[in-house]
């Protein structure tokens, strides 16, 4: 049972303009929601987190929504940028689970110049 | 800062054969790591959970005997595929965190190509 979905395989977007990745969860008891990227041949790196009690978190170019009644998030890049791209991941957590992340299946990112 | 190193980076080996893979934290101690596996365009799917000095904590459906798991100290974990199969051909990748608080991201190696033939 896959319980972070990521529903787009891949999205193609302009340079400059806004990048919206989505994400969503099954799991209602999910406490925390971070954002990876991930480079070809190279490991996942942490780009921005939110917390469930928030809605919104921002971080220069990044901003993370969280819609609990609707159990989705998305990301936004604004503006993209060519070295934006890359595979995003979503991954979610609770509370009292040792760390434990679930990942959903990453998106593509592709931002042309 | 915060940098986790895999090795190998890639590994063809015959069926049969028992493979080592080391995920090291390298400025930074690593109470917690991490072991995933991920196929082609799917998640990062979590196998087990090391703990520095306790043994390992196995997903459901991940053969502890199949995938031994060792963290002796607070910078090193390793993964051991004892009588690797084709079927084990996979993308593994570790993370490490200094402690379990979900507030404390994750970092992650770049991860080990494993291809049985």
């Known amino acids: 049972d896959q319980q972070v979905k990521q529903n787009s395989p891949s999205l193609s977007v302009q340079e400059g303009r806004i990048s919206i990745l989505n994400c969503d969860y099954t799991n209602s008891m999910f406490d925390y929601f971070l954002w990876y990227k991930k480079y070809p041949a190279e490991g996942p790196t942490f780009l921005i987190s939110?917390?469930?009690?928030?809605d919104k978190n921002e971080d220069g170019r990044f901003t993370v929504f969280l819609n609990k009644s609707a159990k989705h998030l998305s990301l936004h890049i604004v503006p993209s940028q060519p070295g934006d791209s890359a595979v995003y991941f979503c991954a979610a957590a609770r509370y009292n689970q040792g760390g434990k992340l679930i990942f959903g299946q990453g998106t593509e990112l592709s931002v042309k110049p | 800062g915060a940098v986790v190193s895999q090795h190998p980076s890639w590994v063809i080996c015959k069926s049969g054969t028992s493979v080592k893979i080391e995920c090291r934290s390298l400025d930074f101690q690593a109470t917690t790591m991490f072991w995933y596996r991920q196929f082609p365009k799917q998640s990062l799917m979590l196998m087990a959970t090391s703990n520095e000095g306790s043994k390992a904590t196995y997903e459901q459906g991940v053969e502890k005997d199949k995938f031994l798991i060792n963290h002796a100290s607070l910078t090193l974990s390793t993964l051991t595929v004892t009588s690797a199969h084709p079927e084990d051909s996979s993308f593994y990748i570790c993370?490490?965190?200094?402690?379990?608080?979900?507030?404390?991201?994750?970092?992650f190696g770049d991860g080990t190509r494993l291809s049985i033939l």
């Open positions: 993370s490490a965190s200094q402690n379990r608080d979900i507030n404390q991201p994750q970092h």
């Open positions: 939110i917390s469930s009690i928030k």
